[in-house]
């Protein structure tokens, strides 16, 4: 934020994103653990992770389930699991392995 209270424009990804309105998250949990982390859905039916802080490659995961475009990205409390849904109203939830 600005000394104006106004938002200021952080970091760009390019995703493939033409004719849907698509959805992005905040992983907080993660993010304070590893790094500030952006979720997306994108239109070439993947799922992307986004790494803010780094400069090259911000594209730390992608994964890949759907047959049509991801519209939407959600977190449980605990940021496990993971949903996404599609444009054919297919949700996956996606479990986090445990390191």
């Known amino acids: 934020m600005g000394k104006d209270g106004n938002l200021q424009l952080k970091k760009t990804f390019a995703i493939k994103h033409k004719r849907e309105a698509i959805r992005s998250s905040f992983c907080p949990l993660m993010s304070f653990r590893e790094g500030a982390c952006v979720v997306t859905g994108s239109e070439d039916m993947c799922v992307y992770f986004f ?33 996404s849904s599609d444009c054919n109203g297919l949700v996956i939830i996606w479990k986090r392995e445990q390191k």
Do not use: W
Not at 55 to 72: A, D, R, W
């Open 51 to 83: 790494d803010i802080q780094r400069s090259t490659k911000p594209c730390v995961n992608k994964l890949q389930g759907h047959s049509g475009p991801v519209l939407s990205v959600s977190f449980n409390y605990d940021e496990s699991l993971l949903a």
